[in-house]
């Protein structure tokens, strides 16, 4: 699935139990490297910061889902977010 309007903000995701996804959308230096939807979001947040995760967004809502940007080990960036329920 891609996400986002044109010219704003733009993401793809893909359902990997399904097999699904944008082969035409490739990682860019300026975006996330992947994106990762975790079961609790809060709890998740709270052990990346226990363990010294380097943020470089910290958590936000939007209007699909609470999210947050962090470094992994090598300086990628990861998005680390849980969809709001329908």
């Known amino acids: 699935m891609v996400g986002g309007e044109p010219g704003s903000m733009q993401w793809t995701e893909y359902d990997i139990a399904s097999g699904a996804g944008a082969p035409d959308w ?32 910290e958590p936000f809502p939007t209007p699909v889902c609470h999210m947050a ?16 329920a329908h």
């Open 69 to 84: 940007f962090i470094y992994d080990p090598e300086g990628n960036l990861i998005c680390i977010h849980k969809r709001h």
């Open 26 to 57: 490739t990682p860019r230096a300026d975006g996330c490297s992947v994106g990762l939807e975790v079961e609790d979001f809060d709890a998740a947040i709270a052990q990346l910061k226990a363990n010294g995760v380097k943020f470089k967004m």
